[in-house]
């Protein structure tokens, strides 16, 4: 494995670091009204990274699922408040999967004036790649589902939604318009809605018995690459507040106790690191990473939740004063631990595979 960057990996990286630099202070975020900064989200539109990982044909720019991961990275290096994780994860299935007509909608992904989303979680159900939801055919091509999906991110303003279903010959993906109402928020603010299927047309994506999982191995490497930001630097800012807050003359640094829970904290982040880079290899080369994503993604929730409660720890009070920005980190990370299940679901999930295998 070959985790260098390219010449234009790192022109992408520093595109978007340049960009998420300037736009990302918190004086910027404190101001938002809402969660969704739309003239961020437009930026980066026209700077041709939302559409980085989309097909040309589309209109994006023809690269792969690495690129994507930076710019994820970057995302939660910066805790940007724009859809990149939520949005262009959906996107890569319905480019992958879907029609030339249902694929027409990235155009507007890409020049970032749509938005696609998956509904990929049901209420009481840990394991999404088993979803409640049914879908019936009825006549020749007429599919319905029945079921719901909770937590729909940013649904009011969605498009399209992916939507996983069990069928009789297994589970699929279906298309459904997007819109409703916003029910709730999660822990770092963003909206999500529910959406109630009762005999509801659907329009089929693809009946791939394996393109769940397809989504799903993406889905999980995705969070675990804003993880990383996200931890990364949580990391950083605890370095550097230890460093120059004092007490009884010196550096709070300088405390055995906490340089040794930071550099717990740093093994953590290295963890994530490698192995998110390891599945985003392994994808990016068409190379099987079930049990590599379901891994970076143990390690993005159960690392990710070490680095967020040690660097409130060891900023004290002002770890959770809102005038200080690490408050974002720890609300981030955990949204990004417990989507799509935390670490004890990733755990079982291995374990089942595990158990699966001929001795």
């Known amino acids: 494995m070959d985790f260098t960057l390219t010449g234009d990996q790192q022109a992408l990286l520093g595109l978007a670091k340049d960009i998420l630099d300037k736009e990302c202070t918190t004086k910027r975020l404190d101001a938002l009204q809402e969660w969704f900064d739309a003239p961020l989200h437009r930026q980066l539109a026209e700077a041709g990274l939302l559409g980085a990982a989309l097909s040309e044909d589309v209109g994006g720019g023809g690269l792969g699922f690495t690129e994507l991961t930076l710019l994820l990275e970057q995302v939660g290096v910066h805790v940007a408040q724009v859809p990149v994780l939520e949005v262009l994860v959906p996107a890569l ?12 909608v990235l155009r507007g992904v890409a020049a970032g004036t749509e938005l696609v989303v998956g509904a990929l979680t049901e209420t009481g159900r840990e394991d999404p790649s088993r979803p409640a939801t049914t879908a019936t055919l009825q006549g020749a091509s007429t599919w319905l ?18 939507v996983p279903a069990a069928t009789a010959s297994g589970t699929a993906l279906f298309l459904v318009d997007g819109g409703g109402t916003a029910t709730g928020t999660t822990s770092h603010g963003l909206p ?69 829970r930071l550099a717990d904290a740093y093994i953590d982040v290295e963890g994530i690191r490698l192995t998110t880079l390891q599945a985003v290899w392994l994808l990016d080369e068409g190379l099987p ?46 949204y990004l631990e417990f989507t799509l299940g935390g670490a004890t679901a990733q755990s079982l999930s291995l374990g089942a595979t595990l158990a699966a295998e001929p001795v």
């Open 289 to 334: 990473a079930h049990d590599e994503a379901r891994i970076a993604k143990w390690w993005a929730a159960e690392g990710g939740h070490r680095v967020a409660h040690a660097a409130q720890h060891v900023h004290g009070g002002v770890g959770i004063d809102l005038d200080y920005e690490l408050h974002r980190y720890f609300t981030w990370s955990k």
């Open 93 to 104: 299935a319905i480019d992958r999967l879907g029609s030339e007509e249902q694929r027409q």
């Open 192 to 260: 999500v809605g529910e959406l109630h299927f009762d005999g509801t047309a659907a329009e089929l994506l693809t009946d791939d018995p394996g393109a769940l999982g397809w989504l799903l191995d993406r889905a999980y490497v995705a969070i675990a690459s804003t993880a990383l930001g996200v931890s990364s630097h949580a990391l950083r800012l605890s370095a550097a507040y230890t460093t120059t807050r004092e007490q009884f003359g010196r550096a709070i640094a300088t405390f055995q106790a906490v340089g040794h």
């Open 145 to 162: 589902l029945n079921g719901a999906k909770s937590a729909v991110p940013l649904l009011d303003r969605a498009a399209k939604v992916v």
